[in-house]
């Protein structure tokens, strides 16, 4: 097996058998000849610097109703928000303090954040902080929407894969939604000039070790600049109530994965890698993970924010804090770089 490992990391590919292979055959000991090889990989490119995003999330109405989202817009129990432009204001100067100069809005598909209301809150965060990037995660959206997002100043935008097979798509979302449809919006994203990420949940429900090799030859076919994964987490409002957890063990294994065949790419060690084990996010750090995005949302509104049950909230509140959020990241080996933080680029 760890010729595979070491085959990926000279060819930066594998085939589909192999990827499964690897997978499935994976050992603790297995495992951590993957990491090291995925902190040496990251440490060509990135050194030691890990990069801090603050996540700043509008708004929990969706008009969409994906089957595993604890904000699908038929959820009916849950108490909806939208932060007010002033608000997103506050949560970047509270970042801003704390040394972030990347800005994450994140929100679930809200008919208000309309083109023009993000356009005016895009040129409003650019006016005030032009040494920042943007990062929009706002769901699928026309071309011209985006390019508009573009050309007010956003740089990078987040939207998910979430699987990269068709079938398994359809058993995670309705019908309107699809894994084509997906796609698309992908690659509009990175005509227009956004730096962007996708990515998947590990574990969700009716997810294989093949669809998950399929999601590793989407994601070097597409070559992202980002990747975001975490453990799928069952929320008890949703069709998935009952649905297992995503593992830890698999989400490093993934992880790491990804660094040897992109080792360029933006890689978090994400909330819910954290929610499903305080000591996550520096487990994430030591399997290749080089970002780490904390939540600057108003707590009142983060309650709400539910995507899954048992998400970080009070824990987090201490990454806020300068000193708590870099002993974590020196305690792992490394440390935190006040910068923006795009992605490099190999020579
Ligand atoms: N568990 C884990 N991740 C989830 N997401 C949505 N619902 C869940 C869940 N129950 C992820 C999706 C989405 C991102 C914003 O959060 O992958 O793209």
Redesign the pocket.
């Known amino acids: 097996m760890k010729e595979l490992i070491d085959k990926l990391e000279k060819e930066k590919k594998l085939s589909k058998e192999e990827f499964i292979t690897l997978i499935d055959n994976r050992t603790e000991d297995l495992s951590e000849y993957l990491f090291e090889r995925a902190r040496v990989v990251r440490e060509i490119l990135y050194g030691k610097d890990v990069y801090l995003r603050g996540l700043i999330e509008l708004s929990n109405y969706c008009k969409n109703d994906?089957y595993?989202?604890?904000i699908r817009k038929s959820n009916l129990k849950i108490e909806r928000y939208r932060l007010t432009k002033e608000q997103i204001l506050e949560c970047c100067d509270i970042g801003y303090t704390l040394g972030y100069r990347t800005f994450v809005l994140?929100g679930g598909e809200d008919r208000y954040f309309s083109q023009g209301v993000m356009v005016d809150i895009i040129q409003s965060i650019k006016q005030k902080y032009s040494d920042c990037a943007i990062t929009l995660?706002l769901g699928e959206k026309s071309y011209n929407t985006y390019l508009a997002y573009y050309e007010a100043g956003a740089d990078r935008y987040l939207?998910?894969h979430?699987t990269a097979n068709s079938y398994h798509y359809s058993q995670l979302h309705p019908e309107r939604l699809t894994a084509e449809k997906r796609k698309k919006c992908l690659s509009d994203l990175k005509k227009i000039g956004f730096q962007v990420g996708t990515?998947?949940?590990v574990g969700?429900p009716f997810q294989t070790t093949e669809t998950l090799a399929e999601d590793l030859a989407y994601i070097y076919e597409f070559q992202p600049h980002m990747i975001?994964i975490?453990?799928?987490?069952?929320?008890h409002q949703?069709p998935?109530a009952d649905a297992k957890n995503?593992s830890m063990d698999l989400t490093l294994f993934m992880l790491a994965l990804l660094r040897l065949m992109l080792p360029h790419v933006l890689l978090p060690t994400t909330t819910?890698l954290s929610s499903i084990d305080p000591a996550g996010r520096a487990k994430g750090l030591l399997a290749g993970a080089n970002v780490i995005m904390p939540n600057l949302t108003p707590s009142d509104a983060r309650n709400k924010y539910s995507?899954?049950d048992n998400k970080i909230t009070i824990s987090d509140d201490a990454l806020l804090n300068k000193q708590s959020l870099e002993d974590l990241v020196n305690e792992a080996g490394y440390r935190i770089a006040s910068v923006r933080g795009d992605a490099r680029v190999m020579k």
């Open positions: 994906c595993y989202c604890g994140q995660s939207l998910r979430e990515g998947f949940m969700s975001g975490g453990p799928f987490m069952s929320h949703t998935f995503g819910a995507i899954y």
